[in-house]
């Protein structure tokens, strides 16, 4: 087991990374400061994974909120429905809830965490790989809007967050690409040598390799915990995490939440994102083609679904990385070397959505 530490100013907190951790009783007791927990999930984990964690959990009495499966749950009546059941359930203020499950699940109970009685204790138990390696770390939490992707929510740092690597063995082979998506992302923007490493092992973590996941997801949280540790509120670092999201979300919302996964339009944002660098000069053609090379290579998609150019550039608008009615991206100067603009000419975005659609 490795542990890494994400300092904070409001407090720091534990990621802890290894195989069989849902029977760790004590790391996952410790986190808990009340007499009370409860255990939100959903109908797919539930039957793999919440016996282990209510049996670690058992003295602390823990109330369970089992979701239906999907994005389509990440919406304020879920809010409302996890509210209800702990009220039923005499949960006080001094109840810690657990997120069992992937992003969905932990996006959902992060934001009930913070809205719950004014605010809850919350501990991460991801069992996606973009959960593991993205979503559990670093405090974002919210819930889709019909007219934009996590447009409502808060930053709320969970007190800890444990990683059980083996509960990667049940996860969809769609699901695991997806993650691998964001694991592409940190060497894109900023870790050109885990880049190198990717290209080399890109084999070993679609086979599931377990040491090879390990490091993907050590070396993921590790970059990630940084940026957080520089930028909490995403006031100018932390944005270059969004590599590939603007696009991304816009074909999230254009295709209807759920239908193309998070990680699948993220790794289409990210080769987009990349051809926009490379029509303004910034980005060497050989850069992109690598960049493509490795994503296809995790089985994500490089191609965008048909979506009107204009359609695009309204879901772009309304995403949170548009400041001052402009669009900002992050664009890559080389792998490894992403920046933030607002200055993209409309001509150059209009070439590259027209160009895909
Ligand atoms: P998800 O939560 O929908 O999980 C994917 C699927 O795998 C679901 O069907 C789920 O039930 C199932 N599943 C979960 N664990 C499993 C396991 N061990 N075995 C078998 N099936 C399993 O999707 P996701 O990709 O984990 O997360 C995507 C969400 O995360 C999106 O809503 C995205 O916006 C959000 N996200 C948030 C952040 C953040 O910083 N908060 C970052 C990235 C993504
Ligand atoms: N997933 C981007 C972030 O956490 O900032």
Redesign the pocket.
Known sequence: MSTLTLDLPGGGYPIHIGAGLLGSVDLLRAPVSGDRVAIIT?E??AP?YLSRLTEALAPFDPAIVVLP???TQ?ALDTIDRIVGALLKARCDRATTLFAL?????G?ITGFAAAVYQRGVPFVQVP??L??QV??SV?G??GVNHALG??MIGCFYQPRAVLIDTT??T???DR?LS??LA?VIKYAAIGNREFLGWLEQNMEALLRRDASALAYAIETSCRDKARVVMADEREAGVRALLNFGHTFGHAIEGAMGYGRW???EAVAVGMVMAARLSERLGWLAADEGRRLRALIARACLPVTPPAIAPQRFLELMAVDKKAAHGRIRFVLLRALGDAFLTDEVPEDALMALLTAHE
């Open positions: 959903n797919v984990v793999l499966d999907g994005e990440k499950g992937g992003g969905v699940v996006d069992t996606t973009l959960s993205d979503s670093g974002k939490t992707k996590n509960t990667l049940t996860l969809p699901e997806a993650g964001e996964l998070h990680g």
